[in-house]
């Protein structure tokens, strides 16, 4: 006993030593500092606040924006978004042309990019690979992944051919002008043929990519390091480590970040926006985010698809489990949309931190319908509209929420669900409320379980065909894998949003698409909240960061203030 | 090691029922919101999900003996090396937080107990009941607040400062560095882990401080304690020497069974700290789904809390020569 109390006095001497060492030791991150004269933006390591760690390093086989803020800064596509917006750039691609039937897109890429770590210069066969993984079954690396994206983005991809080194041919089976946006996802990036055979199933913890930064290392949970790479087409990156520090905890986020710890952070609260105004060491980076937040009513036309190929003349009715009756008559639903107030929900839930939704996508976004006021506030005309279709004496419906989950369009879906029940009760429905775990809510919600369900979206790739057809078309009106909650089939507007995709012509879809939005708003299924605002936070040396509308991360043009 | 082997047995047919008992779809979950029925249909298929749960526990346990755990259905990796990585973590921070709250708790209850009913007495049971009932993010959020922001003694959370280098060989990062000889290092990573420690050790703090008092009040009591003054041994040493010996007895183990809840309870500690560790770890695994690694974890937690309880018991034969076990 008397040795081992020795022994830990003295380690605890050691520890408090060691603090009050600390006390006279700098506190700030230790850059080395940059040999180059002090107005070059080159050099320095931006430390980035992440609320998760990423789940894997390999950019077609993840879904979560964590993976994805890594995978954007060390990969790229043939296409890439012009800075800040969603349009199309050339990226590993210098120019594309478009088949006379629309269906093949032939791409002359780039000569002489190189790929990260020796792995050689990029040719075709890395582009064919990349994209046969995902697609061909008969492919080597096919079995790795899940490749989760591929069938609910690229299914309309028939085969990616090799033309020749420096050029590729991708074949679709129809015409799809949203593929272009779609090319700009990460889903797409082209990645190292080699480097795959070479780490085989360990290639999502060893990314090679062609883009300015190359990885360097991953402790889980912990921290990812990236360094810029020399041999960039594009010219160096002005950073020389970009390092992502996992802290999922809002309140311990905020504080590293004004203690200097990290440069940057992501999901700021609302509660902790204003602290970041005031604070002169930081800046607050904020933008109208590509996301919806809407309740759906369950109108109960669900079918089965059968061959899974998304065409309703194939599938056959069944019954949704959530369908509810009252919801039927669009007199209620109209009520429902009047009833409920949004202004007062954006203004204290989000703290401001948002733009009531009056459609079903954000604005910013190609066939965003300006002309549509949708449904302000008027408990009166709600009840008005209850009593012309018999519900007098209102009824009584459950309300589904995801708890404790938040989501960028609904930080706190607690509340939010509180306010709408509030605001029902007010012109006599008796709302319910129910939530559960994220995983079996999303599950449930695509079964059809919900009458009325809290749900949204965030854009993949700014294209509006990927709000309108992804949560309010008919094809998604498949009870067990529904994205349309409202199970309400629209045959004029399934018609609208298929010729939108034929067109390549960008003023002929904005037309088409602003016609198909008056018509999700006029058959009133879904109520639209908000569209929440992106934030970040930064410390005010950081300069150049453009935030983009899919909230996905560029570092590329970012540099340090010395 | 035939009980282990019993014991690990059920905890593992256990855990696989509950978890797959579950409602929830590690599919779903892996596949985002929107993924398509065949690519959700592929990956029940891939990981067995479509079997009965026997022939899924067979395969399972096939794979276990061989000592492979499977791989993480959320991250692909094998689940031994993502316990591996986390491990060093968790058990730098127990260890600490354990070596903390033991010394503060004994001396605490000690001088409870010796000046019994006085303003120091009084002042430990109220340190030890705010011990037990200050929950560990508040407190945890308190000291990062005081001590990273407003005094800037500590950083606010990870393991160590952006820019020191640190060979890694066993991961635990204090050992580590004194391994390496690496100075800067070893008062970075001590700097990093002393509040979460702290935070971790308030509630087996308290533990020991009560158990402490108690026991030695008890021990005072006894008869050769009685005696020892009769003897006209100075008080001092009848208190040091002879009832702190004999009143640590229970305490060994109270120690051996914190260990165990500590490494499973530093969940809190290690997310607002944001430290990389086991307890983090498993809990995003349970939220996710992620078959494997909840069973391999659970697993791999029953057999090292056998083994602690293995060790309390040996510690106990040796500082307490009453106790003999047979068998």
């Known amino acids: 006993m008397k040795k081992e109390g020795k022994l830990l006095g003295l380690l605890i001497a050691l520890i408090m030593l060691s603090s009050v060492f600390s006390g006279c030791a700098d506190q700030g991150t230790t850059t080395p500092p940059s040999t180059t004269d002090a107005t070059s933006k080159y050099g320095g390591t931006l430390v980035f606040g992440s609320s998760g760690d990423a789940v894997r390093l390999d950019p077609a086989d993840v879904t979560d924006g964590e993976s994805i803020q890594r995978m954007d800064n060390i990969h790229e596509g043939l296409v890439m978004y012009e800075e800040g917006t969603t349009s199309i750039k050339p990226a590993l691609a210098t120019e594309w042309t478009i088949s006379e039937d629309k269906k093949t897109i032939t791409f002359k890429l780039r000569k002489g990019v190189q790929f990260h770590k020796g792995f050689g210069e990029m040719t075709a066969d890395d582009v064919v690979f990349s994209f046969a993984r995902q697609y061909d079954v008969n492919n ?24 020749d080194d420096y050029t590729v041919a991708i074949h679709m089976t129809k015409p799809n002008s949203s593929m272009m946006t779609s090319l700009a996802m990460f889903t797409a990036d082209i990645v190292s043929e080699k480097a795959a055979k070479q780490y085989g199933d360990d290639y999502f913890k060893n990314p090679v990519g062609t883009g300015p930064f190359e990885f360097v290392e991953w402790v889980k949970d912990d921290h990812i390091t990236l360094k810029a790479f020399e041999g960039y087409w594009g010219g160096r990156a002005y950073l020389d480590q970009v390092i992502f520090r996992v802290i999922p905890d809002p309140s311990a986020r905020l504080m590293a970040l004004q203690a200097g710890e990290v440069d940057g952070m992501e999901y700021p609260d609302p509660s902790q926006l204003e602290i970041i105004k005031q604070n002169p060491n930081l800046q607050l980076v904020s933008q109208a985010g590509m996301n919806v937040g809407y309740i759906a009513l369950n109108c109960g036309e669900g079918y089965v698809d059968k061959n899974g190929n998304y065409q309703w003349d194939d599938g056959e009715e069944v019954a949704v489990p959530g369908e509810f009756e009252p919801f039927k008559d669009i007199r209620v639903r109209q009520a429902i949309q009047y009833a409920i107030n949004k202004e007062a929900i954006v203004k204290n839930l989000y703290n401001g931190a948002a733009t009531v939704a009056v459609q079903g996508m954000p604005p910013g976004l190609l066939g965003y319908n300006y002309d549509i006021v949708g449904y302000p506030y008027n408990p009166d005309k709600a009840k008005q509209l209850l009593k012309d279709a018999g519900y007098e004496n209102g009824f009584e419906v459950t309300l589904w929420h995801m708890g404790s989950t938040s989501r960028p369009y609904f930080p706190e879906p607690t509340g939010i669900a509180e306010a709408i029940q509030s605001d029902l009760s007010k012109v006599g429905i008796k709302v319910n409320l129910f939530t559960e775990d994220w995983g079996t809510y999303l599950q449930d919600a695509e079964a059809g379980k919900a009458p009325m ?110 | 090691m035939g009980l282990l082997v019993i014991v690990l047995f059920g905890v593992s047919i256990i855990t696989f029922s509950l978890v797959r008992l579950a409602p929830g779809d590690p599919a779903v979950h892996l596949a985002g919101e929107h993924a398509s029925p065949q690519v959700l249909e592929n990956i029940r298929e891939k990981y067995h999900l479509n079997d009965p749960i026997y022939v899924q526990y067979f395969y399972w346990l096939r794979m276990a003996i061989q000592g492979d755990l499977g791989r993480s259905i959320e991250s692909r990796d094998l689940v031994t090396n993502e316990i591996i990585e986390r491990l060093p973590m968790t058990l730098e921070l127990t260890l600490f937080a354990i070596i903390i709250a033991t010394i503060i708790g004994i001396i605490a209850g000690v001088i409870s107990a010796v000046k019994q009913y006085s303003i120091a007495d009084y002042g430990v049971m109220l340190g030890a009941l705010f011990g037990v009932s200050m929950p560990v993010f508040w407190l945890g959020l308190m000291l990062i607040y005081i001590f990273s922001i407003q005094l800037g003694l500590t950083p606010v959370g990870g393991r160590l400062s952006i820019g020191i280098e640190l060979q890694r060989i066993t991961g635990m990062y ?10 800067p290092a070893f008062v970075d990573s001590i700097e990093h882990l002393i509040l979460p420690a702290f935070a971790l050790a308030t509630i087996p703090m308290a533990t020991v401080a009560r158990m402490t008092r108690s026991s030695m009040l008890e021990v005072l009591r006894q008869d050769f304690i009685r005696t020892e003054r009769a003897k006209g041994l100075s008080e001092r040493t009848v208190v040091y020497k002879h009832a702190v010996k004999n009143a640590l007895i229970p305490i060994v183990t109270v120690i051996g069974m914190e260990i165990g809840l500590l490494m499973g309870g530093a969940v809190l500690t290690e ?52 106790i003999k076990y047979e068998g």
């Open chain 1, 453 to 562: 369900i809290m749900l949204g979206w965030s854009g993949d790739n700014g294209d509006p065909d990927n709000f309108l057809n992804v949560l309010y078309s008919d094809h998604v009106c498949t009870v067990g894998s529904a994205g349309n909650y409202g199970f309400k089939r629209n045959a004029p507007l399934q018609k609208v949003l298929n010729n939108a995709l034929l067109t390549f012509d960008q003023e002929q879809r904005d037309t088409l698409y602003k016609l198909a939005n008056k018509m999700i708003v006029d058959e009133s299924t879904h109520v639209f909240i908000a569209h929440a605002d992106q934030n970040l936070a930064f410390r005010s040396n950081i300069k150049g960061f453009v935030i983009h509308p899919t909230d996905r991360k560029f570092f590329y043009p970012v540099y340090k203030e010395k």
């Open chain 1, 140 to 163: 080597w690396y096919h079995d790795k992944g899940e490749w989760a994206y591929w069938g609910y983005m690229f299914s309309d991809i028939e085969k990616v051919e090799k033309i």
């Open chain 2, 174 to 183: 204090v050992l580590d560095s004194i391994l390496t000889l690496n100075w």
């Open chain 2, 271 to 322: 997310t607002i700290f944001t430290l990389p560790g086991l307890g983090k770890y498993i809990t995003d695994a349970i939220l996710a789904y992620d078959y494997p690694v909840v069973q391999g974890f659970t697993l791999f937690f029953a057999t090292l809390f056998v083994i602690v309880n293995l060790i309390t018991d040996i510690v106990y034969v040796y500082i307490d020569p009453r």
